[in-house]
């Protein structure tokens, strides 16, 4: 291959991943877009580049609707589901990595059957056990309910992690008088941050994106941002609308910046488990 | 590790999954075969009205001693089933079919009670579309993600990070979000449309059934292609750099590097991909509730979900539930009998 073709192949390499870059990203900077402007800016006809800018969708949602409740209540439904979700699945994960008889396997292809089954389907049930106990519409319930969901993700992911942990460490450690506990909590939680990290990541934007349990476990004041969003879905009035536009935006300004801070661990959580079979 | 710190380090996380995974799965077979109804009866109230006292007969809620309206649960057999599946002869679903507690049998109005044996009929085209959505995406994801993950494993290394950035962004943002933007983009005046009326093509996206499940599909390809890429990318990277440069020796092009020694290489990985995808794409739900609204198109979830939330029917909605799992199980048995037999084989 001459080097003048070479370069050619680059630039067309480049130009087709820019294409894909413009279409993935178009959506998004689409919407940021116009959540900038007055609704007749932002759907005109034709469509105008340029158009005033105006903060008002978002003082509108934020102050008079307050969207902060919302956001307040998906920073604790999440906070909750990645605490409680890390501590169990760490503990599980742990077990899993070192226990080498059969039940470990099975339980290992039961929790793949779990991750397979469609939420819905658990819906009914959550609607009948939990009217019946009183605890629907309750921050904890629907904690819960995300770890128990996210367990079988949580406890294959955090696995992966920590079979790559040398078992001599735990055995050494308790040589010197450690029990498993404190081999687990002293020893090996403090190698396993990365993967902690990483795991903790996901199960942050399983909860944080969570639509379908969120909007049907809990109402009114309790709304998460995505399931307070859906009001827009149907929104016909025009400032009904600019708000959800608004909204959308909210809710993804903070996944951006995390994809931004920790885009390392995010592909090495895709991966995981995917390369090393 | 000795059984009993593995059953002691486990039990929480096993505890949760059989109590909010395992309990409710049971249940909703339990639920899907049973109605419960309000048990009304008739009751005689004599009405003063300024023209004089009438009697008016109506259906009350019989109250038990706490207070709370009394309801009689049986046994209904496979009646929901076939009202979900459009099988129901008239009478015996009818009749299973009356509806539990918060619809108060004798309110619903008509046109109500119509809509509900409309959409009763719909599970096999939930059903259908749902499978149409799966494998219409599965093959686009992977060859876009393969070529993508080909192209950036080609670009020099200081561009990688942000290709790959911008890369991540639709596969990490909230499905909802994602959904209502590309409605946004695709609505009357939007971005879209536009650009289309200038070629001379105008027509209404969200309009017709055809047009809403093409931008269903649409947007799945977007949402999952980065999941593809990232891992193919990532296997890109392992394969080993000895065969690739035997190969060139042996005068292999390119293209017959890439079909011989790179995709052989990355087998495992498609099929991983693969199986995941089938996974959520059987799922699929946010995409359906923003840009058909239920109306022309639903999944199986967006099936169970409405029949909850509309309704309020959780029996009728378990029957929905039960055969939604039947066809995961059914989807996915072949590929996990296929890789159980490999396991034991290698």
């Given amino acids: 291959m001459t080097r003048r073709t070479r370069r050619g192949g680059v630039f067309l390499l480049h130009l087709a991943l820019l294409a894909w870059t413009l279409l993935a990203c178009l959506p998004i900077v689409w919407t940021a877009l116009i959540s900038l402007r007055q609704y007749v800016d932002a759907f005109s006809v034709p469509i105008r580049w340029f158009a005033p800018l105006t903060l008002e969708n978002y003082s509108r949602l934020w102050i008079e609707q307050g969207f902060h409740r919302n956001f307040l209540n998906t920073a604790i439904v999440t906070f909750g589901t990645v605490t409680i979700s890390l501590t169990v699945g760490c503990l599980a994960g742990y077990a899993l990595s070192r226990y080498r008889g059969l039940l470990g396997f099975w339980l290992l292809i039961i929790a793949l059957v779990f991750r397979s089954l469609p939420h819905s389907t658990l819906l009914p049930s959550f609607y009948v056990m939990f009217d019946a106990l009183g605890i629907r519409n309750e921050y904890l319930t629907l904690i819960i309910v995300l770890v128990a969901i996210n367990q079988p993700f949580t406890i294959w992911m955090l696995r992966s992690f920590f079979v790559n942990i040398p078992q001599e460490l735990d055995e050494a450690a308790m040589v010197d008088g450690c029990t498993r506990f404190q081999a687990f909590r002293r020893v090996i939680i403090p190698v396993m941050w990365p993967g902690v990290i990483t795991t903790g990541l996901f199960s942050f934007l399983l909860a944080y994106n969570d639509f379908l349990l969120s909007s049907s476990l809990v109402n009114a004041d309790k709304l998460t941002m995505p399931a307070a969003i859906a009001n827009a879905i149907n929104a016909e009035s025009e400032a009904f609308l600019m708000q959800g536009v608004a909204g959308a935006v909210s809710i993804t300004i903070p996944l951006i910046i995390l994809v931004l801070i920790f885009q390392k661990q995010i592909v090495s959580g895709l991966t995981q488990g995917a390369v090393k079979g | ?346």
């Avoid at chain 2, 039990?11 to 075969?33: C, G, I, K, Q, W």
């Avoid at chain 2, 890429?229 to 000895?242: K, M, N, R, T």
């Fill in chain 2, 1 to 346: 590790m000795k059984i009993a710190s593995f059953a002691r380090f486990v039990a929480p996380s096993a505890a949760l999954m059989l109590l909010l995974m395992a309990l409710p799965l049971a249940m909703t077979f339990y639920l899907s075969v049973r109605n419960c109804a309000l048990q009304m009866e008739m009751v005689t109230v004599s009405e003063s009205t300024p023209f004089g006292t009438r009697e008016v007969t109506t259906q009350r809620a019989v109250l038990g001693p706490d207070g709370r309206a009394l309801t009689t649960c049986r046994f209904v057999g496979l009646d929901y089933f076939r009202t979900v599946l459009g099988l129901g002869s008239g009478a015996s679903a009818a009749s299973a079919a009356a509806p539990p507690e918060a619809s108060g049998a004798g309110a619903v109005p008509d046109n109500a009670a119509q809509a509900r044996q409309q959409r009763s009929t719909e599970f096999i085209g939930a059903l259908r579309f749902t499978l149409l959505y799966t494998f219409a995406t599965t093959p686009f994801v992977l060859l876009i993600g393969f070529v993508l993950a080909l192209a950036v494993h080609h670009v020099s290394r200081r561009w990688q990070g942000p290709y790959i950035s911008a890369t991540l962004l639709p596969f990490i943002i909230t499905p909802v979000v994602g959904a209502l933007a590309i409605k946004w983009l695709f609505r009357d005046n939007g971005f879209v449309p536009y650009l289309l009326s200038q070629f001379g093509i105008s027509m209404f996206w969200m309009a017709q059934a055809w047009s809403a499940q093409l931008l269903i599909i649409l947007y799945g390809i977007w949402h999952v292609v980065p999941f593809a890429f990232i891992v193919l990318y990532a296997g890109l990277q392992s394969v080993p750099q000895d065969s690739l440069e035997a190969a060139r020796i042996d005068g292999a092009s390119a293209w017959q590097r890439l079909i011989y020694v790179t995709i052989p290489h990355l087998a495992p990985l498609f099929v991983f991909v693969t199986l995941i995808h089938l996974m959520d794409a059987y799922r699929v739900f946010e995409p359906v509730v923003v840009l058909t609204q239920g109306a022309f198109t639903t999944s199986v979830q967006v099936l169970t979900y409405y029949t909850l939330l509309d309704e309020q029917n959780p029996y009728k909605a378990s029957a929905a539930a039960v055969l939604t799992t039947a066809g995961i199980a059914v989807l996915l048995l072949p590929l996990l009998i296929k890789t159980w037999k490999e396991h034991r084989r290698g």
